[in-house]
């Protein structure tokens, strides 16, 4: 199955840019995910990439996919405190007709002020 | 509409109560499905309905029981819970053919005592 994995913590300034990173072992993953949580809220869709996609960006948000590496990065620019919350890297869990995400550990993003 | 909403979003139950979680969707999508979040982790896949039908239980253990009345609907009946069982429930819900792009609801915090 799918394995993902991300760094546990990222503390910038407000108005730097953030890069949150993640790897993945399935190749064959089709889209890969981001999610961000609040605390004590659910998950919210940040964004989303299509495997034969090298970037894509959508306002402040710019997804990076290596996909020879199995790495995909999250790229905040302009951080403000509202973006400090959870992120979460997903990806199908590996076998397509489970339709199941396997998440990453989540990566804790500090802002400061 | 694009939200995911969940009641209640607080519980509190004995190890002996019987209680229902209950998440409603109203963007027509034909799949539901429910997770566990405990703290500091990423949410585990606990049950997939595809249009209405149970697709997917993730070796739950059977206190816990999933309902999909209809496809705006689905319920998770708790019964004999152990303290262990404490966490965030999560809902959500996806498109039958972007089965991966899913939408949470805010979750519900359940304490067992």
């Known amino acids: 199955g799918e394995d993902v994995e991300q760094s546990l913590f990222l503390s910038v300034r407000e108005g730097d840019s953030s890069v949150i990173n993640c790897t993945y072992t399935d190749s064959s993953s089709t889209y890969l995910y981001w999610y961000k949580q609040e605390p004590g809220a659910g998950l919210q869709l940040l964004t989303y990439?299509?495997?034969?996609?090298d970037m894509k960006q959508d306002q402040r948000l710019t997804v990076l996919l290596n996909k020879k590496d199995k790495h995909l990065s999250l790229r905040i620019a302009d951080t403000q405190t509202g973006d400090s919350a959870i992120y979460f890297c997903?990806?199908?869990?590996?076998?397509?007709?489970?339709?199941?995400?396997?998440f990453g550990s989540g990566t804790r993003l500090q802002v400061q002020p | 509409d694009t939200e995911v909403t969940q009641t209640p979003k607080h519980l509190v139950m004995g190890m002996t109560n019987k209680k229902s979680l209950k998440c409603e969707q109203h963007m027509g999508h034909r799949a539901m499905y429910w997770y566990k979040q405990k703290a500091k982790k990423p949410p585990e896949l606990m049950f997939v309905?595809?249009?209405?039908?149970?697709?997917i239980n993730e070796s739950v253990p059977s206190r816990f029981s999933p309902e999909c009345p209809n496809s705006s609907l689905l319920n998770l009946h708790l019964h004999a819970l152990q303290p262990e069982d404490s966490a965030l429930y999560l809902c959500?819900?996806?498109?039958?053919?972007?089965?991966?792009?899913?939408?949470f609801g805010p979750g519900t915090r359940l304490t067992v005592t």
């Open positions: 997903a990806a199908p869990a590996g076998d397509t007709g489970r339709r199941a995400l396997t």
């Open positions: 959500a819900s996806s498109q039958g053919s972007r089965d991966y792009e899913q939408y």
């Open positions: 309905y595809s249009y209405e039908k149970l697709s």
């Open positions: 990439i299509f495997s034969n996609m």
